[in-house]
């Protein structure tokens, strides 16, 4: 076990566990277990013991390196011998050696006196070559004399490892195959700040710890990578000493200094010794040399040989005329920085040259010139598949190397923090206006209610303020829609559509277009107007004032659901087949074949001859249908049977999330017209239930359902992690707040509005406030009861509970 | 309950409400139109969709006595026919769980 290497990364030793640091090894000797004490005494046993069996130190993070640069050189007795002298102030060493140890290996700039005491100290030993692997583990829990072998015992048991794979010391046998790192036994000659050797450590396997998937050669090459990256040169070359691994060879390093130097001819051959054989590659590879040689000598003014260069290394290659006019044309270019704009380019002394190095790069295999940058892709690589894995996902600020992410279930809101009651009847439908300041909540009472939302300043309480009242349908509302600068207010109620300006709470027009009901109602997102679809099969564009602009012929589905995608470009209608195909021909079969598939698992049976019905509308074929806006074409249409309810489209445009009345819901990619994604869980329920995404990056998926609760899956594996309970009847709506990020609110036929927020802390006894409008009445009042807390049951099968009467938590 | 729900349906022909256009029949549903309501004309279907039914009453008809509940358009209650529940004679038996619409109170809808 390199103890060099973890000290660099903390992170991956403690992640280890203890057991595989000490595991018997079938090797040629034991080579990573402690041998059992020879027969003869070593010499230096005594000694030994003196200093380590007591100073073995408990794990202690800020401590552990410089315990474990104690240990070091540990298994060897003159090693230990040097040791201790480096570690009591004996004034043989200046008294601040362990410490420019630790800064050596903290990257700090190094103290070489350290290394050369040491180098010196084991050139008295006969043998050079060390095991560090015996017993340097401080963090073990066993027996001093595990992990302080004999030393004459140890002598032998490297002896005999080194010795087989040995030839002069130059290759060893944890060589693999297909590298082409050279070997460095000794770097004294390379540097010469540094009198002694540094010898070369080489624990026996090939893995970074015994068991690890990890290709230690790899690893040691990424570091190196890193040190040199951050400009730790010294660092750099003494792992590559210590190791005997080296980050590239020489031609990798002629190739890289050619490229950055310009040195176009070299860097040309140096190609292919790197070993990029294939045509392709090679061509474009050449290309971009020239490229970069072309432009390189426009900048320069060296026009003839600009364009010896074009005619004789660009032009035969046969790219694209366009690109090769766009290069011709640079010649036109009346100076260099005409040049290098007009070519988006950055100049030979701009990053240009890094640039090219890294796109040859991807030529090049990458074991050869290892990517740029490759520990720290590695390593975000990690932290996405964390967070990708954090159930409860709230936080994505919080990440360490040194755990792994995990947002606790605290963050999330799995409480009701505040109940709004105003409405007189079944609350259908709530929905935040963009700002996410301000909620709209619709209901059978035929009336729509804006909330204000505010935080209390510095405080994590909410103030819930009943704001507007807007009367006037004479129906019940069926869907709410605010304009993208949250100005205006549309609402639906049967087949009328008023359209509300906010602020004053009027009502500015009555559109009476559609004949029947309208549940589709969205705003286009630039703000221009808003399209609405009905049950009439009629899909009307308007514009911002309430004036008709378009009127598309009639599409084949009774509109029940409509939604436009946060670009602009698509619109989603969900509906009822208006007139089933009755002859089975080829598409009617194809069809219903894919429906019948998806639905029969869903235990839907489809009509399989569809006639004039008795009224019975459950059994007849629905339809999602994706439509182009901008020329009203329909660009995919998916046959299902079972009411579809209600449709979301995500924020990336992508997807549309579509209520089934059989309980799941369908996440479809809209690009493929396929179904991605399913989230079962729900009863089923014929009611209109609407649901929403959840997250900042939209990766909970939550819906309320008609058995009261609010069902909560994680976007990407479908996993339902959560179901809330506490409404009293079914939930019809849950929408997401885009402002805050743990919060979103719910609404249900026991005509309460809910607001969701993260469990507060147990000695907070603060009270939500419960806000009981009068709204029959005309007055508003604006007083906090004597508030109680309501907490929720978050078991999954609740008993009921009322909201007023839970007790306080 | 989440949204007013009303049936659609489709066949050659459809009657609904005149008021506000719900859908009530097909004209494949229609059995006969020979029939006179409180405002003329009616027609007699086998099967109507959204409508709401009333407490049954005899009534002595032109036909006879019969026990008939009056239905109610479910989107805006407007009496719209009414349904036959018992036919005392036994020639008029044939209306029993048959629905009356009255000409007046519906059109042809889409």
């Known amino acids: 076990m390199g103890s060099e290497s973890s000290q660099a990364l903390p992170g991956i030793s403690s992640s280890i566990p203890q057991s595989s640091r000490i595991r018997p090894y079938a090797a040629v000797g034991p080579t990573w277990t402690p041998l059992p004490r020879a027969s003869t005494e070593p010499p230096h046993k005594r000694r030994r013991t003196d200093n380590f069996r007591g100073s073995i130190p408990p794990f202690d993070s800020e401590n552990h390196i410089q315990a474990t640069s104690r240990h070091q050189l540990v298994g060897s007795g003159e090693a230990a011998e040097a040791m201790r002298l480096t570690q009591t102030d004996d004034g043989a060493e200046p008294p601040s050696t362990t410490q420019s140890m630790q800064d050596v290996i903290n990257g700090n700039v190094p103290c070489l006196t350290s290394w050369r005491s040491i180098a010196q100290q084991l050139t008295l030993n006969p043998i050079s070559e060390l095991n560090p692997t015996m017993g340097s583990d401080p963090y073990s829990s066993s027996s001093p004399s595990r992990i302080m072998p004999s030393a004459e015992d140890q002598f032998v048991a490297v002896k005999n490892v080194h010795a087989k794979g040995l030839s002069n010391g130059s290759t060893n046998g944890s060589v693999t195959n297909g590298s082409l790192s050279p070997r460095i036994e000794f770097n004294s000659e390379h540097n010469p700040r540094r009198v002694g050797t540094i010898t070369r450590v080489s624990p026996p396997g090939t893995t970074l710890y015994p068991g690890s998937a990890t290709n230690r050669e790899q690893f040691v090459r990424l570091v190196l990578q890193a040190l040199k990256d951050i400009g730790y040169s010294e660092s750099a070359s003494v792992l590559e000493a210590e190791s005997g691994f080296s980050f590239e060879t020489t031609r990798v390093t002629a190739f890289r200094n050619a490229v950055m130097e310009g040195n176009w001819a070299v860097a040309q051959k140096g190609l292919l010794a790197l070993g990029v054989r294939d045509e392709d590659s090679l061509r474009a590879a050449h290309f971009l040399i020239n490229q970069q040689k072309y432009l390189e000598y426009l900048e320069n003014n060296q026009s003839t040989e600009a364009l010896l260069t074009l005619r004789q290394e660009i032009a035969p290659f046969d790219i694209e005329p366009a690109r090769l006019n766009h290069l011709s044309s640079l010649i036109m270019s009346r100076n260099p920085d005409d040049l290098r704009r007009r070519a988006s380019w950055d100049g030979a002394r701009g990053n240009s040259r890094r640039i090219l190095l890294d796109r040859l790069q991807q030529f090049v295999p990458s074991s050869t010139m290892v990517p740029p940058r490759r520990l720290d892709t590695l390593l975000e690589q990690a932290r996405e598949y964390q967070q990708h894995m954090c159930e409860y996902h709230m936080n994505p600020h919080d990440s360490s190397l040194y755990h792994d992410h995990l947002c606790s279930r605290a963050q999330f809101p799995t409480t009701t923090t505040h109940i709004l009651e105003g409405h007189a009847d079944e609350v259908w439908q709530v929905q935040w206006s963009h700002r996410g300041d301000r909620l709209a909540s619709s209901s059978k009472d035929q009336t729509v209610i804006i909330w204000k939302i505010a935080r209390v300043s510095n405080s994590i309480e909410l103030d819930c303020t009943l704001e507007k009242v807007l009367r006037g349908h004479i129906y019940p509302l069926n869907a709410i829609a605010w304009s993208p600068d949250d100005k205006l207010l549309l609402s639906s109620g049967e087949h009328e559509v008023k359209l509300w300006d906010v602020e004053s709470g009027r009502c500015i027009k009555t559109l009476t277009e559609h004949h029947h009901l309208v549940n589709g109602l969205c705003w286009l997102p630039n703000g221009e107007g808003f399209i609405t679809g009905s049950m009439d099969r009629k899909v009307i564009h308007w514009d911002a004032a309430g004036e008709v602009t378009l009127i598309w012929p009639l599409v084949d589905i009774r509109i029940s659901g409509l939604a436009i995608t946060p670009n602009g470009q698509q619109l989603v209608a969900i509906g009822l087949l208006a007139h089933p195909v009755t002859t089975v021909d080829e598409s009617g079969t194809s069809i219903v074949n894919q429906a019948t598939v998806l639905q029969v698992s869903a235990g839907v049976q489809p009509t399989a001859e569809p006639r004039s019905n008795n009224g019975n509308s459950a059994d007849m074929e629905r339809r999602v249908v994706l439509y182009d806006i901008a020329s009203g074409q329909e660009l995919w249409s998916q046959a299902l049977w079972g009411e579809l309810q209600s449709v979301k489209i995500s924020d990336d445009s992508r997807f549309a999330l579509i209520n089934h009345s059989q309980g799941d819901v369908m996440l479809w990619d809209l690009p493929s017209g396929r179904l991605a994604q399913r989230y079962l869980g729900r009863p089923k329920g014929a009611s209109y239930v609407r649901s929403c995404f959840g997250g900042a990056d939209s990766r909970f998926i939550l819906s309320g359902s008609d058995d009261g609760r609010i069902y909560i899956w994680n976007r990407r594996t479908s996993t339902l992690f959560e179901i809330l309970s506490g409404h009293e009847s079914g939930v019809n709506s849950v929408d997401w707040c885009p402002r805050e990020n743990a919060i979103f609110a719910s609404c249900g036929d026991d005509g309460t509005i809910r607001i969701w927020g993260p469990e507060p802390n147990g000695f907070l006894v603060d009270a939500s406030p419960v806000f009981s409008q009068d709204v029959s009445n005309g007055d508003i009042h604006n007083g906090k009861d004597d508030g109680v807390l309501t907490t929720l049951d978050r078991h999954l099968t609740p008993p009921p509970t009322t909201a007023k009467d839970s007790p306080l938590r | ?110």
């Open chain 2, 1 to 110: 309950m989440g949204m007013t729900r009303l049936e659609f349906l489709y066949g050659g022909r459809i009657y609904g409400c005149k008021k506000c256009n719900a859908h009530f029949a097909t004209i494949e549903n229609m059995m006969s139109r020979a029939f006179q309501g409180q405002h003329g004309r009616a027609y007699l279907f086998s099967g109507v969709v959204n409508v709401s039914e009333g407490e049954p009453n005899e009534r002595p008809m032109t036909t006879g006595l019969h026990i008939v509940r009056d239905i109610f358009c479910t989107k805006c209650n407007d009496q719209v026919g009414w349904k036959y529940d018992r036919a005392y004679e036994l020639s008029q038996r044939y209306k029993e769980g048959k629905f009356i619409l009255e000409r007046e109170m519906i059109k042809i809808v889409d």
